[in-house]
């Protein structure tokens, strides 16, 4: 069965959390000198903040003790000098665990990204590419909120409570266990909360968005809503949603409400038991009032660390959720390649189609079908055309002639070597595709040309323009080479862009160009110049052209005519016209029309 006949497997994956962690886990081990020094740095921010509890008790104790005044200044400086040295340490705790986490989270987005570039065109057919936009997109930026917000306070207040309860251990263990009384309680609490707020913030969400929604196309859809008198209804249908999102609201606030008078049910119940602990220890000598008093200082301490953990544990659980999605997208297996030197290397620059079999579902045939596949070879230098209605399989069949999609059945060979058999490097060396979907990258034109050949100087820059027309307008710009293009640039046309990406052809010089519609939108106005450029681009190539425009068939060497992913014509132009078949329908369909006289070009010679 063919690797496009598996859906099941071509949904992008989230990882377990066992994967999970041990991919946190590796991450750590390969930083471990950074996330020592942030471990070190929180326990001595959280050690220096249990400190001046601990001066306070033996404040209490010397003052009831009639102390003369001299005697509490060593008391103060050991406060202040732990306050400073406390707000140092956990600033620089806060601070390299952010660092330690950005260079995690780049690494993490690096390769989701790199992975993600090398996933097949069927993986993300299946998946949706909203997915994958969604994970390299929202859930990073979950994931990087969460480290530069949430991550440096849990720590912090895992450490401060994790310290503080042993603080109070440490001076006697009957107090230590008396404050652990709150821990099943704060457990108890958050096991009632969490089941409850997930549905309803989900709820709150989706009923925000669909009251949004309803005003956008309400606004939208002014016109309409006049014409039909329909102004009522739609400004009940809003006010109604509107409602909804605003009861859905209250029933949030009130169960936050509800949750956070379970926490301070807790926290009176740990601190009354420490205070009756206390009191029994005080009288029976265990223990002075100053210790009691430290230790409960120490309880009410963590008051606010213990409720912004248990407040920020749902982000957390959506910061986890964002890793595992990602850790999912890294972890794919792929094809390990072998040695360089074990691999196949092209004999010349032909490319053909061996019985190709495609389907996307793996029941509905794209190419080829129970009489047979499709079968085509392009000799080197020469330059065929497919031609064909929508949807006859043109596309499909030059992503896998580029070997960006593998046949069900059948095979693509690149200079009589299979596609699978090449090293990803080597395939881009000998064979490059050009989509209508041409991007123009942000930054100095020059480096968006480099791309395709990082060492050209601007000589050669300037011959691949000159080689696809595009050199006048590129001198016209404000700063010539150098002008920054792309987004936040000056906007280029689509025609200016698609020269662009012409010129980098002309620059990567692969012996085979495949073409889909790469001149497809520039529309009929620019149509005759870029015509002109890919002729020039692909001049002396050997060239598979998904032709948009009937005239690139005629100047190519030879038609391919698909329709419903079978070949039923191929041969010169002027053969497959004079024989009247389906080519020679279209030829007159595209000669009829207005657009035939707005970008017909001469032929080559």
Same mark, same amino acid.
């Given at each position: ?24 886990? $590796?991450? *750590?081990? =390969?930083?471990?000198? %950074? +996330? /020592?020094? !942030?471990?070190?740095?929180?326990? #001595? @921010?959280? &050690? ?108 912090? $207040?895992? *450490?401060? =409570?994790?310290?503080? %309860? +042993? /603080?109070? !251990?440490?001076?006697?263990?009957? #107090? @230590?266990? &008396? ?427």
């Amino acid at each position: 069965m063919s690797a496009a006949a598996s859906p099941p497997d071509r949904i992008l994956p989230v990882a377990p959390p066992r994967r999970t962690w041990a991919w946190l886990g $590796a991450e *750590l081990r =390969a930083r471990w000198p %950074l +996330a /020592a020094a !942030a471990l070190l740095a929180g326990v #001595l @921010g959280a &050690a220096a903040s249990v400190v001046p509890v601990y001066a306070l008790g033996v404040l209490v104790d010397r003052v009831r003790e009639h102390a003369p005044p001299s005697a509490l200044a060593g008391i103060a400086v050991v406060i202040v000098v732990a306050a400073v040295a406390g707000g140092i340490a956990t600033g620089v705790s806060a601070y390299l665990i952010g660092r330690l986490g950005a260079g995690i989270l780049a690494a993490l987005r690096e390769r989701t990204v790199a992975r993600a570039l090398r996933l097949p065109v069927t993986t993300l057919e299946w998946a949706g590419r909203g997915d994958l936009l969604s994970r390299v997109g929202s859930d990073t930026a979950a994931i990087g909120k969460a480290i530069g917000e949430v991550v440096p306070m849990v720590v912090s $207040a895992l *450490l401060l =409570a994790a310290l503080s %309860l +042993a /603080a109070m !251990a440490g001076i006697d263990w009957r #107090l @230590g266990l &008396a404050g652990a009384v709150s821990v099943p309680l704060y457990a108890l609490a958050l096991r009632w909360y969490l089941p409850r707020a997930a549905p309803e913030y989900a709820r709150q969400r989706r009923a925000a968005a669909e009251a949004s929604q309803r005003l956008v196309e309400t606004v939208q859809g002014a016109r309409t809503v006049r014409a039909y008198r329909m102004e009522q209804r739609r400004l009940d249908a809003i006010g109604a949603a509107s409602g909804l999102a605003r009861d859905i609201e209250v029933a949030v606030f009130v169960l936050v409400t509800r949750f956070t008078g379970r926490v301070n049910r807790a926290e009176f119940l740990g601190l009354a038991a420490i205070l009756t602990a206390g009191f029994l220890l005080v009288r029976s000598g265990a223990v002075t009032v100053g210790e009691t008093a430290a230790a409960a200082v120490l309880f009410h301490r963590l008051f606010n660390p213990v409720t912004m953990l248990l407040f920020t544990f749902d982000e957390m659980q959506a910061a986890g959720a964002s890793l595992a999605r990602l850790v999912g997208i890294i972890t794919l297996p792929g094809d390990a390649p072998a040695a360089g030197a074990d691999r196949p290397v092209p004999a010349d620059a032909s490319l053909e189609l061996r019985d190709v079999h495609f389907s996307y579902d793996g029941v509905t045939p794209v190419l080829g079908g129970p009489d047979g596949g499709v079968s085509l070879r392009v000799e080197p230098g020469t330059r065929v055309a497919l031609v064909g209605s929508t949807g006859a399989g043109k596309t499909t069949l030059a992503a896998i002639a580029a070997g960006i999609l593998t046949p069900g059945s059948g095979t693509a060979l690149v200079g009589g070597v299979p596609v699978h058999e090449l090293l990803p490097e080597r395939l881009r060396a000998h064979v490059a595709i050009l989509t209508q979907e041409t991007h123009v990258f942000a930054g100095p034109l020059i480096e968006d040309l480099r791309l395709a050949k990082p060492g050209a100087t601007p000589e050669e820059i300037a011959a691949a323009l000159e080689t696809v027309g595009a050199a006048e307008w590129v001198r016209d710009l404000p700063d010539g080479l150098d002008t920054v293009v792309g987004e936040g640039g000056h906007e280029l046309t689509a025609a200016q862009a698609q020269q662009l990406a012409l010129a980098r052809l002309v620059l990567a010089d692969p012996p085979i160009a495949i073409l889909d519609e790469a001149t497809a939108e520039a529309g009929s106005l620019g149509a005759r110049v870029l015509e002109r450029a890919a002729a020039a681009a692909t001049a002396g190539r050997t060239t598979l052209i998904v032709a948009h425009r009937l005239t690139q068939a005629a100047s190519a060497d030879r038609v391919v005519v698909l329709e419903r992913g079978r070949i039923v014509e191929e041969g010169p132009h002027d053969e497959l016209v004079a024989a009247g078949g389906r080519y020679a329908e279209l030829w007159r369909s595209w000669a009829a029309s207005p657009r035939f006289h707005a970008t017909k070009v001469e032929q080559p010679d």
